[in-house]
C-alpha cells in the first residue's frame, strides 16, 4: 500500500539507523526462535486441554492467562509465532518479486507490456483490499495457499509503479546507453545497471509491508478465511476468544498485543533501512 | 480552470470511467467461470439424471455461448436482478439494499473521526517541527497503522463498551440516537488505522504553509491567532488531502468489512464475509459489483474535487 508509505517520508533523522534495523530484527528473530521453544518457555503444553483450569486470569504462572480450554494463552502465542511470521514475511516478499519483476519489464520494454501490466495495476487497485483478498480466498477456498495469492495479486502493484518509473527515467541515461551501445544483452543491461537502482527503495517498502500482510492474514484468519483449527495463527485466537470478552477479555486481548509487538519491530527495520539507504 | 475547462474535464472523466466499469463487471461475471463446481449440478443435487442436469443448464442459460451469458448478465444487473441468496429466500438486491446505509452511516461516523484526529495531531505536531509533540505523534502514528483494526475493536468493546454500558454490545440501532451510538467505536476504530496517513500529509501541508511568503506578510500585517490559522494555514495545507480523499475512503471501506464482522453491524461487509463463510455464490458476485463500482465512483468524485479545488490541475 502506498499510502502507508506517506508515514515514513520524513527527512533523515539523527544517527546510521544500524541501532533500530539490529532491535528490531533481533525481536523478530527472538519471537520465532520462542515459537519453536513455546512449551520450554513457558512451562505449559500449548495443546494441552485441562478443563480444570479453564479461564484462569493472568497470573505469575499463566503470562496471558488461560483459554475456554484451559490451554495456556502464552503458550498458544509464541507458538503462533511460527505460523505468523513466515507467512507474513512471504506475504510481503511475493507480491514485492512479482511487481519488481513486471515493473521492469513494463518499463524497459514499454510498448504493449508496459500499458498491459500498468492497465492491470490500474484494474487491481479498483478493488478495495480486503474485498478482493476475502473474494480471491472464496474462489480458492480458505488457507495458507490462498491467502499468500491474495497478497501477491493485491501488493504487487505498489512495487511495479516503483520500479517502472526508476527504470523510465534510467533507460536514457548515457551509462545505460552505453551499456547498451557496448552489445550487451537486454537481460544484462536490466539486471546490472538499471535494476540495482531500484531495489533500495523496494526493499524498504517490502520490510513494512510485512505489517500489512500480518493484518491481512490476523483479519483473514479471524473472519474464519484464513489459518483453520487446528492451526493456531493470533487473528484465529482473536476470534476463538470473542464470545468470551465479557468476564475472559484475556483469552482474546492478548493474541492482539504480539502482532502490535511484530508491528513495532518491523517499524525498527523499516526505519533503519531507509536511515542507511539516505546516508 | 475556466467554467467550460471544469465542464469538459467533469465530461472526460466520466467518460473514462466507462470502460473500467464494463471490465469490472466482465471480472464479476467471470467469478461464475473460475469457481469449482458445475453450477447445475450445485442446483440439481449429486444425484441428478443427465437429462434434468442438461435441462437446469438451458434453464440457467448456461448451454448458451459465453459472449451471450454476459449479455444477458448486464441485462439483469441493469434491472437489478443479482439473483437470490443459496437458500433462495432473500433477493440479493434486498440484502444490497439493507446493508448500504450501515455501511454508509459507518463510514460517514469514521470520516469525521478521522478528519478531527488527523486535524488535531496534524496542528499539534506542525506547532514545532520535531518538537517532543511532533516526534511522540509521529511515534503513535506509525504504530496505529500496525494496530489491527478488529483488535482495537474488541479492546473498545471490553474497555469501554462493557464497563460503561453506554454503547451496544453489537449490532445495530433503529432510531438516529441508538445508530449513532452502535456506530461511535466501531467508527472509532476504523479511524485510529487511517488517521496516521491524512495526520501525515496535513502536518506536511501545515509546515510548509507555516514557512511561505504569504503567512510571513499576513503576520506582518496584524493577522494572528485562530484567523491566521484558518484563513491562510488550513486552507493551503487541506489541498493536497483532498486529493488523498480518495484513496483513505477505499481504505475505509476496506477496514469497514472487517470491523463490521467484530461489532455484528448488519451492513454490507459482514454479508460479504459470511457469504465466503458459507460459500454463497450470488452474494458474493453482487457485492463484489456493488464494492467495486463505490470505489469507481469514489475516485470519479475525488478526481472531480480536486480539479474543482486546484486551480493547478491541468484541463
Known amino acids: 500500500m502506498a499510502l502507508v508509505q506517506v508515514l515514513g ?17 533481533v525481536l523478530l528473530t527472538l519471537l520465532l526462535a520462542a515459537s519453536f521453544a513455546a512449551g520450554a518457555l513457558t ?14 486470569p493472568p497470573t505469575a504462572e499463566h503470562w496471558f492467562g488461560t483459554d475456554q480450554l484451559g490451554r495456556d494463552v502464552f503458550a498458544r502465542v509464541l507458538v503462533a509465532a511460527g505460523t ?26 514499454r510498448g504493449w507490456i508496459g500499458t498491459a501490466v500498468m492497465r492491470l495495476a490500474d484494474l487491481i487497485q479498483a478493488f478495495p483490499s480486503y474485498i478482493l483478498l476475502i473474494v480471491l480466498v472464496f474462489l480458492l477456498g480458505p488457507g495458507a495457499g490462498s491467502f499468500l495469492v491474495g497478497a501477491a495479486v493485491g501488493a504487487w502493484v505498489t512495487y511495479a509503479r516503483l520500479v517502472r518509473g526508476v527504470v523510465l527515467r534510467l533507460r536514457e541515461l548515457d551509462y545505460v546507453r552505453a551499456a547498451q551501445a557496448a552489445g550487451l544483452g537486454h537481460t544484462r543491461v536490466l539486471l546490472r545497471h538499471v535494476l540495482p537502482n531500484a531495489l533500495p527503495q523496494a526493499v524498504v517498502y517490502a520490510a513494512s509491508d510485512i505489517v500489512l500482510a500480518l493484518s491481512y492474514l490476523a483479519a483473514l484468519s479471524y473472519l474464519g478465511l484464513g489459518i483453520q483449527a487446528p492451526g493456531i495463527e493470533w487473528g484465529q485466537m482473536i476470534a476463538e476468544g470473542q464470545p468470551f470478552l465479557r468476564n475472559q477479555w484475556w483469552v482474546s486481548v492478548m493474541p492482539g498485543l504480539a502482532i502490535i509487538l511484530v508491528g513495532v519491530a518491523v517499524r525498527l527495520i523499516a526505519g533503519g533501512l531507509e536511515r542507511r539507504l539516505q546516508r | 480552470m475556466t467554467g467550460r475547462g ?4 467533469v465530461g472526460r472523466r466520466l467518460l473514462q470511467a466507462i470502460p473500467l466499469t464494463l471490465v469490472l463487471l466482465l471480472l464479476v461475471f467471470a467469478m461464475l467461470k473460475v469457481v469449482p463446481g458445475d453450477p447445475a449440478l450445485q442446483v440439481a443435487g449429486p444425484r441428478a439424471s443427465a437429462a434434468t442436469l442438461q435441462a437446469i443448464r438451458v434453464h440457467l442459460g448456461l448451454d448458451q455461448p459465453v459472449w451471450l451469458q454476459f449479455v444477458h448478465y448486464l441485462g439483469r444487473v441493469a434491472t437489478g436482478d ?3 441468496t443459496a437458500t433462495g429466500s432473500t433477493k440479493v438486491s434486498t440484502l444490497i439494499a439493507s446493508g448500504t446505509p450501515v455501511t454508509l452511516v459507518l463510514l460517514a461516523v469514521s470520516t469525521v473521526f478521522t478528519v478531527v484526529i488527523a486535524g488535531a495531531t496534524a496542528l499539534l505536531a506542525a506547532r514545532r517541527p520535531d518538537g517532543l509533540a511532533d516526534r511522540l505523534i509521529n511515534v503513535v ?11 482495537l475493536g474488541i479492546v473498545l468493546l471490553a474497555g469501554v463498551a462493557l464497563p460503561t454500558g453506554a454503547f451496544p454490545i453489537g449490532g445495530w440501532g433503529d432510531t438516529p440516537a441508538t445508530v449513532l451510538r452502535a456506530a461511535v467505536l466501531p467508527a472509532l476504530a476504523l479511524s485510529v488505522s ?10 506536511s501541508g501545515i509546515v510548509e504553509a507555516r514557512r511561505s511568503e504569504y503567512h510571513a506578510a499576513a503576520q506582518a500585517a496584524g493577522v494572528r491567532g485562530w484567523t491566521l490559522t484558518r484563513r491562510f494555514v488550513l486552507r493551503n495545507a487541506a489541498v493536497p488531502p483532498v486529493s488523498l480523499l480518495a484513496a483513505l475512503t477505499t481504505l475505509l471501506l476496506s477496514g469497514a468489512v472487517v470491523v463490521e464482522s467484530t461489532f455484528g453491524l448488519p451492513g454490507l461487509g459482514l454479508s460479504l464475509t459470511q457469504a465466503a463463510q458459507n460459500r454463497d455464490f450470488n452474494v458474493i458476485q453482487g457485492l463484489t459489483l456493488v464494492f467495486s463500482l463505490a470505489v469507481v465512483a469514489v475516485n470519479l468524485v475525488g478526481d472531480v474535487l480536486v480539479a474543482l479545488l486546484d486551480p493547478r490541475v491541468e484541463v
Open chain 2, 141 to 151: 502514528a506509525a504504530f496505529g497503522v500496525g494496530v489491527p483494526t478488529f483488535w
Open chain 1, 9 to 25: 517520508r520524513r527527512r533523515a533523522r539523527r544517527g546510521s539507523g544500524a541501532t533500530a534495523l539490529v532491535t528490531g530484527a
Open chain 2, 6 to 9: 471544469r465542464f469538459w474535464f
Open chain 1, 43 to 56: 512451562g505449559h503444553d500449548p495443546a494441552l486441554t485441562d478443563l480444570t483450569a479453564r479461564f484462569r
Open chain 2, 194 to 203: 487511517v488517521a496516521p496517513v491524512l495526520m501525515a500529509s496535513l502536518r
Open chain 2, 82 to 84: 443479482l439473483g437470490t
Open chain 1, 84 to 109: 505468523d511470521l513466515p507467512l507474513a514475511l512471504l506475504g510481503a516478499a511475493v507480491p514485492a518479486v512479482i511487481g519488481i519483476v513486471l515493473g521492469a519489464l513494463a518499463g524497459y520494454a
